[in-house]
Antibody, heavy 122, light 115 residues
Framework: EVQLVQSGAEVKKPGESLKISCKGS????????IGWVRQMPGKGLEWMGIIYPGDSDTRYSPSFQGQVTISADKSISTAYLQWSSLKASDTAMYYCARLSSTSCYNCPLQHWGQGTLVTVSS | DIVMTQSPDSLAVSLGERATINCKSSQSVLYSSNNKNYLAWYQQKPGQPPKLLIYWASTRESGVPDRFSGSGSGTDFTLTISSLQAEDVAVYYCQQYYSTPLIFTFGPGTKVDIK
């Protein structure tokens, strides 16, 4: 069974750094692209970016380029989303999701993590 | 970037009645070489992650009830719930996965409730 298990909720102060994780299991982690999606409180889904763990090829939405870093450690089947300096406006639920087909980047998001709630408040 | 719009923003439908949601992309998401529309529909219930319902505009994901169907091509798409059930109360999003820079934008969502 394909599973994406995300790290737990975080409460941080503005200016702090943060790295959240998404651990894949039940499939070949290096063979499928993983995307990250933001959902601000009461709002819709926003595409942040995507990574191919096999070679760490990473693409960002222009809205998030320079604001976050997406990475992966294939030795432990884990993808990451990190911030160097959080803002209150980063408060949101963050989802990772695996695309549907091997090595396919123009494919839908088939398997989703449970989400990580990030709260940034002074 | 491709901009996705949805209509209506919300709708309330009686149990057993049809619900129809529209999605429009700012440019075609039909890839002519394989005649596939790079368009997906997701369902998100409160407190849950989104769930893939439909991909390639009209292919139902495994396990999705056949009351859900997708149609359309190019820039205009529709998600239809043929006979609304109580468990279908959710927000529905369309998403294009056509864009070559891999920026796969979502529509703003449509909230479906019971009338």
């Amino acid at each position: 069974e394909v599973q994406l298990v995300q790290s737990g909720a975080e409460v941080k102060k503005p200016g702090e750094s943060l790295k959240i994780s998404c651990k894949g299991s039940g499939y070949s982690f290096t063979s499928y692209w993983i995307g990250w999606v933001r959902q601000m409180p009461g709002k819709g889904l926003e595409w942040m970016g995507i990574i191919y763990p096999g070679d760490s090829d990473t693409r960002y939405s222009p809205s998030f380029q320079g604001q976050v870093t997406i990475s992966a450690d294939k030795s432990i089947s884990t993808a990451y989303l990190q911030w160097s300096s959080l803002k209150a406006s980063d408060t949101a639920m963050y989802y990772c999701a695996r695309l549907s087909s091997t090595s396919c980047y123009n494919c839908p998001l088939q398997h989703w993590g449970q989400g990580t709630l990030v709260t940034v408040s002074s | 970037d491709i901009v996705m719009t949805q209509s209506p923003d919300s709708l309330a439908v009686s149990l057993g009645e049809r619900a129809t949601i529209n999605c429009k992309s700012s440019q075609s998401v039909l890839y002519s070489s394989n005649n596939k529309n790079y368009l997906a529909w997701y369902q998100q219930k409160p407190g849950q992650p989104p769930k893939l319902l439909i991909y390639w505009a009209s292919t139902r994901e495994s396990g999705v009830p056949d009351r859900f169907s997708g149609s359309g091509s190019g820039t205009d798409f529709t998600l239809t719930i043929s006979s609304l059930q109580a468990e279908d109360v959710a927000v529905y999003y369309c998403q294009q996965y056509y864009s070559t820079p891999l920026i796969f934008t979502f529509g703003p969502g449509t909230k479906v409730d019971i009338k």
